[in-house]
């Protein structure tokens, strides 16, 4: 039987081999957690592609749909013993799917999305139209008329968003202090420089505390983790390339603070070799900062931490986040139950799935309100934007944190 994927792309007949059906991955799924299906499990929807390899499916609306309410989490990763690659199975998979078009249910909203979150100047004048939207009190007389009740979409994006910083320039060199360990490049993300540039600028002096010279390029475009994610890997390529480029070949590290970027950035030798070398030289901030010293004073607080699917379960980064954290005098770090199950952020997942998306936030801020804790340290802007508006709307009184936030908060109660 012919196969239903084409080309060289095509997702690897051996790679979905690799599921021995144990079915050990499903408690881990969110997907099925909520939705109690077998093809919304990851052995299901490998079982999906297995059968479209061998021709025994098409890539019919059915077949999209099980492949479209995936996250793209990769706990499946984590949890399987047989070490099936899920997510370079899903993105293959998507880009097939992309072969017959965007998914029906959300083309003109993916379209919108992908025209802006991957721009930041785009998306920094729709955010400074935001401001004024919601200063002049349109938005307040938007929630009391009720009229988002009728756009599912609109009320998830107006729910994701609060105050809106102004977003400053950065230099495009911070120089090294004490020691000089090395050069990073500091990867400045799309929404993370909008919406959380005090995260920028604290990774930029932490580094440079820890002895490293920071150069910020002014040009960086996106990473291209969103078109990768929707099987776009024509242009996911096209900005890997151009990203790369924008960045000296001589840095030690190229450091992102988003763990989405991260993610994508560490695998662009997948599927363009020739960027094997720049994917190899990048870090999650946290992990350089792992390895270093950072004069660090009392912070007497209760914190909490969700682990950012892509960088526990896409970057395997899990424990040194904790361990910086725990560094700190005076702060108690609780533990999160299912601190590694998704948000429901998962890129714009939430805006364009809201019903799930809204499920899995509930459980997220359930268990949040259960550590008693007051901050939520979290490594993705898109879970902090997610999870500190289910917080908003639920009333639960905690406010979200990157972990780079607290360790200069910490720098600063060393030297005040
Ligand atoms: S990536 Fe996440 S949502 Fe998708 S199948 Fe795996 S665990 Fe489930
Ligand atoms: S844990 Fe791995 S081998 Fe087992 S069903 Fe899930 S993907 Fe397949």
Redesign the pocket.
């Known amino acids: 039987m012919t196969s239903a994927f084409r080309g060289p792309d095509a997702p690897d007949v051996e790679e979905i081999r690799k599921c021995v059906h144990c079915g050990i991955?499903l408690p881990?799924?969110?997907?099925?957690r909520v939705l109690g299906e077998e093809m919304d499990?990851?052995r299901g929807?490998i079982y999906l592609m297995r059968a479209a390899a061998e021709g025994r499916v098409e890539l019919s609306e059915t077949f999209r749909r099980h492949l479209d309410l995936?996250?793209?989490?990769?706990?499946?990763?984590t949890a399987c013993p047989s070490g099936v690659r899920?997510?370079s199975l899903?993105e293959a998979t998507r880009a097939q799917l992309r072969r017959h078009g965007p998914p029906p249910k959300h083309r003109l909203l993916e379209a919108f999305a992908f025209s802006l979150f991957p721009e930041p100047a785009r998306l920094g004048a729709a955010l400074a139209a935001f401001r004024l939207y919601r200063a002049s009190g349109l938005r307040a007389l938007v929630r009391a008329i009720g009229v988002l009740r009728l756009a599912p979409t609109l009320a998830a994006m107006d729910a994701l968003l609060d105050e809106v910083p102004r977003a400053g320039p950065l230099p495009e060199l911070v120089p090294a202090r004490g020691r000089v360990r090395g050069r990073a490049g500091l990867l400045t993300g799309c929404v993370q420089r909008q919406l959380y540039p005090q995260v920028n600028r604290d990774t930029a002096r932490l580094l440079a505390i820890a002895g490293y010279e920071v150069v910020i390029p002014t040009g960086q475009g996106c990473c291209g983790a969103l078109e990768l994610h929707a099987g776009l890997v024509d242009a996911y390529s096209a900005r890997a390339r151009t990203l790369a480029a924008s960045f000296p070949s001589d840095l030690d590290f190229v450091v992102t603070n988003a763990a989405g970027c991260g993610s994508a950035m560490k695998e662009y030798g997948n599927r363009l070799p020739e960027l094997a070398p720049f994917a190899g030289r990048v870090r999650d901030v946290i992990e350089v900062l792992a390895g270093a010293e950072l004069p660090l004073g009392r912070l007497d607080l209760t914190v909490t931490y969700h682990d950012a699917c892509h960088l526990a379960h896409g970057q395997r980064v899990r424990q040194e986040p904790r361990e910086l954290l725990r560094r700190i005098p005076g702060l108690k770090l609780v533990e999160l139950g299912d601190s590694d199950l998704?948000c429901g952020s998962a890129g714009v997942y939430n805006l364009l799935e809201p019903g799930i998306a809204d499920e899995l936030l509930e459980l997220k801020i359930a268990r949040i309100a259960e550590t008693g804790a007051r901050l939520v340290a979290a490594a993705n802007p898109g879970c902090l934007l997610q999870i500190a508006s289910g917080c908003r709307q639920r009333g639960l009184d905690v406010t979200l944190v990157h972990p780079v936030e607290l360790l200069a908060r910490a720098v600063d109660a060393h030297t005040s």
């Open positions: 991955c881990t799924c969110p997907t099925y499990s990851p929807r995936c996250l793209g989490c990769r706990a499946c990763e899920f997510g899903l998704c």
